[in-house]
Each structure stands twice: as C-alpha cells, then as structure tokens.
C-alpha cells in the first residue's frame, strides 16, 4: 500500500468537502457550542444552586458529561463528508474516474476514511481545548479552582472520540457502497450517534458513571467495533461491483 497515494486521495477530498458551506458550518458550530455555550450552563447551574461545597461536589461529573459531548459530535460530524465522498462522487460521476486509477482498493478506502476523520478530529480537539479553557475560568470563577483536564477527560479526547469518530466514518462507508444517494446514506449514517446519545442518557440517570474505568470499557468495545467495521468496509468496497452496479 502506498501512504502517499492514499493521502493524496485525502487531501482532494477534504478540500471538496470543506467548500461545502453544510459541512464547514457543522465543523464550526458543534465544537463552538460546546466550548463557549456548556460553561456558561456550569456558570448558571453554579448562580442558581449557590457555589458550596454541595454543588462543587457535583462539578467534577457535570464537567465530564459535558465533555461526552464531544463524543457525540465526533460521531456525527464525519457521516456528511464520509457520505458524500462516495456517494456525492457517485452522483456526479467523478468516483468511476478514480477507481479507474492504478491506486489500490485499500488506498482509496484509507484516503476517504482519513478525509471524513482528520477534520472531525481537529474540529473536536479545537472545541475541547476551548471548552476545558472556558470552563476552568468559570470553575475558577466560582469555587476558586479549575477541575479540567482530569483523567476523564483525556481518555475521552485522546482514546475514546478518535474511535468513535472511525465506527461512525467506517458504518458511513459501509452505508454509502449500498446505497446510491446522498441524503439517504447520511440519514442512514447519521443513525450512529444514537449509541454515543444513548450512552450519555444513561450515565444522567445513573446507570453507570462517566469514570474512566467505565470510558475505557467503551473504547475497548468501539475498538472491537472498529475492526469489524474495517473489516466489513474492506469486504464490501470492491472496485468491479461498485463500477457496474453504480451505473
């Protein structure tokens, strides 16, 4: 396999990706929402409850909750570019084209699947630096000290969002080789934010916590996830069968 094609493929992609203004604006907007709009929550929630020892107790596991949302955004923000590289290509007749060069399967599958997850990545990493930056000067603010970045934390920004963002980009290939339209493969794709939003209902009700103990039992299940899903895209992702069925 050639990394250097594989990476061309990625940069052509990415940049067809970001003139979209849908996707450049879901890239923007999630991670500014998080960094910027969940500390003033923690500052509401501090105002209103009073800042004593009572509700700083509760500020470590509110301050994890809020960062699994990047989690759930690094599920949803690759489902628009990773669709829309196969099958927008699809559509406008610009895939046959590169499947008709001598780059190999393996190297197009990994060129589009680092397309759809660097961007995400990056836009997620921005927003959780901002986030932990912002809600430091909150916490600061009203009990006099920071709590960010904790163990918690870095599990889910270094371990946890880069897996979940592949098991979406890989379940997103898998959705795009079998379907032959846009808005249908991102729906579909789309579907896999539900076990990350699932996940953080149930950590508010208290069916488990957000320790990271419990995040890494989820990183090793996206993990296993993830090969299978590697493994089903590469199965699935034949250059024959998508260039006479997709006629």
């Known amino acids: 396999m050639n990394i250097a094609t594989a990476l061309t493929i990625a940069r052509k992609d990415v940049w067809v990706a970001l003139r979209r203004r849908s996707t450049l604006v879901g890239l923007v907007v999630f991670p500014l929402i998080v960094a910027l709009g969940l ?22 596991q509110l301050l994890d909750a809020f960062v699994f949302f990047l989690v759930i955004g690094s599920a949803v923000l690759p489902t628009a570019i990773a669709a829309y590289s196969l099958v927008g290509e699809k559509v406008e007749r610009s895939l046959e084209p590169l499947l008709a060069t001598p780059a190999s399967e393996l190297e197009i599958l990994l060129g589009k699947t680092l397309a759809a997850l660097v961007p995400t990545l990056l836009a997620i990493w921005l927003g959780g630096a901002v986030f932990v930056l912002n809600a ?6 009203l009990w006099g000290r920071t709590f ?11 371990v946890v969002v880069p897996l979940a963002a592949l098991f979406s980009v890989l379940a997103s290939v898998l959705v795009s ?12 794709a789309g ?14 009700i208290g069916v488990f916590d957000l320790s990271p103990t419990s995040l890494l039992w989820i990183a090793a299940v996206l993990l296993i996830l993830d090969l299978v899903l590697f493994a089903g895209a590469r199965a699935v992702f034949d250059r024959e069968e998508i260039l006479t069925r997709w006629r």
């Open 191 to 204: 579907l896999m934010v539900i076990p990350f939003a699932a996940l953080y209902v149930l950590s508010e």
């Open 39 to 60: 500390p003033l929550v923690l500052r509401r929630v501090g105002e209103r409850t009073g800042a004593g020892d009572a509700t700083m107790a509760m500020v470590p």
């Open 148 to 158: 960010l970045p904790d163990t918690a934390t870095w599990i889910i920004l270094t």
């Open 136 to 141: 430091n000067r909150q916490t600061q603010s």
């Open 177 to 188: 080789v079998r379907v032959t339209d846009v808005r249908t493969a991102q729906q579909l």
